[in-house]
């Protein structure tokens, strides 16, 4: 089966993904790795968002790539691994703008859908089970409060980033917002998603929690 887990920035997707994956023996696709590997591509090209012709012109000749590695899923764009450079700050502060281009995420969702054709696949995202997978046998909108989202990312890289904890959560607070306000497939919880707000939830619960409904859909 197919499962699909969206959510806002920052609440534990892909971790928890990533160890779904491992433990049912599945493959682990993050999708928001691919929106951020065309952000790259956009920004060393000088492509600016705001221009919807360019970027949609580019994204149709760049070649992204995922593979897995030891320690998680790796990027590559047009074959230079990207996977560390994709989580820059430049990167995250513009994916939104480039993510809510059409024909972007006609491309990728292309791309999603290929990738998930066999089935035996976990992908995270933000419009996995509403628009990607909607077929996907078990859906899951992972949430968390936007405070705890914020002293997550500070505790990941906001030390290394120079930022402090206020400016993460200011700057979630905006992707959430360019994210669920987007014309195209906007971040919005499916009707048959679980809900699940790990606000005060180890990671490991909230593994096991899916895990075990992913046995109830067998
Ligand atoms: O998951 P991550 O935070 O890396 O995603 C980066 C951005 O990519 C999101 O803020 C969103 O703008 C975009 N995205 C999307 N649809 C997806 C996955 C990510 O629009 N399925």
Do not use: W
């Amino acid at each position: 089966m197919n499962i699909a887990i969206d959510g806002p920035a920052g609440a534990g997707k892909s971790t928890v993904a990533r160890k779904v994956a491992e433990q049912l023996g599945y493959i682990y696709i993050d999708t928001g790795a691919m929106y951020r590997a065309v952000t790259l591509s956009a920004l060393r090209n000088r492509i600016s968002p705001g221009d919807a012709a360019a970027l949609a012109k580019h994204t149709e000749s760049v070649r992204i790539r995922l593979q897995p590695g030891e320690n998680g899923q790796l990027v590559f764009l047009n074959d230079e691994d990207v996977t560390d450079l994709i989580r820059s700050r430049d990167v995250t502060l513009l994916v939104s703008k480039v993510a809510a281009n059409e024909t972007v995420r006609s491309v990728l969702t292309d791309m999603q859908r290929k990738l998930a054709d066999r089935k035996g696949v976990v992908m995270d995202g933000r419009d996995i089970g509403t628009s990607v997978l909607p077929d996907a046998e078990l859906k899951i909108f992972l949430t968390a409060s936007v405070q705890e989202r914020a002293r997550r990312r500070f505790r990941e890289s906001g030390i290394q980033q120079g930022v402090t904890v206020e400016q993460l959560e200011k700057e979630i607070a905006e992707r959430d917002r360019l994210d669920a306000e987007r014309e195209v497939s906007p971040l919005v919880c499916a009707d048959d998603a679980i809900v699940i707000d790990s606000t005060s939830m180890p990671i490991e619960e909230v593994v096991q929690s899916i895990v075990a409904l992913s046995r109830t859909k067998l």
